[in-house]
């Protein structure tokens, strides 16, 4: 195998990345899609993965690997293909060629960086201070209460929207091309593998857009 140094050895790792981001959006929002239907559910399955140590302090730590990793490679490899072709090809039309979208992945990867930075923000540091920095005492009730205040401005929801539709039309382009990069091509699979693809890339970002807009009208 080629390793990471090499073109194919980047492209590979950031495929695997993407495929362990890809299998986390759906237990993320699995989770937060509770919140909708039972508050109490919510609350128990918020506080499990809160203080379980395997999911706080091995899969968390993975995640945040994960997610760098991921989008550092992605800049890398654009960086290294802008390099790799000094001279534009003035006559060329991409979009006879190619989507928007797979053209402009880093933009809405920077996008969607940003949204995350504003999701540690929103969650996950406040979580670490409660927990480790103030020693407040578990609280199994808080967690419904604090993702629904989260919702309250109407600003707030605006961002999130437009970040979830970004990440869908992100997503659109990268489920498919991160199989094609671990070799998944065939006549036979490549077809059911695009049209999941699609429909991923419409059902995660659409179920965190309901969960931001029901707790904003909620209130």
Do not use: C
């Not at 949204?115 to 540091?125: E, K, M, N, R, V």
């Not at 020693?135 to 209460?145: F, H, I, K, M, V």
Request: proline share 4%; net charge positive.
């Amino acid at each position: 195998m080629a390793g990471i140094t090499s073109s194919i050895g980047r492209k590979y790792a950031m495929a695997l990345s993407a495929m362990f981001l890809l299998i986390f959006l759906v237990m993320h929002l699995s989770t937060n899609m509770i919140s909708i239907f039972s508050e109490d559910a919510f609350n128990t399955a918020s506080h499990f993965m809160g203080y379980n140590p395997a999911v706080q302090f091995l899969m968390q730590p993975i995640l945040i690997f994960a997610v760098v990793f991921h989008f550092v490679m992605g800049f890398v490899l654009e960086i290294r293909n802008n390099n790799a072709r000094p001279v534009k090809y003035a006559m060329n039309q991409g979009s006879a060629n190619s989507t928007w979208m797979s053209r402009n992945m880093i933009i809405s990867g920077a996008v969607i960086l940003a949204f995350i930075a504003l999701h540690f923000y929103d969650f996950w540091i406040p979580e670490i201070s409660y927990k480790y920095i103030q020693g407040n005492n578990p609280d199994e009730l808080r967690y419904w209460e604090e993702l629904h205040h989260k919702f309250h401005d109407v600003w707030r929801v605006v961002l999130y929207v437009i970040a979830f539709v970004l990440l869908g039309l992100h997503l659109a382009h990268g489920f498919q091309s991160s199989f094609q990069s671990v070799g998944a091509r065939h006549p036979k699979y490549t077809p059911f593998i695009k049209a999941f693809g699609n429909w991923y890339s419409i059902i995660i970002p659409l179920g965190f857009i309901i969960i931001a807009i029901y707790h904003f009208v909620t209130q």
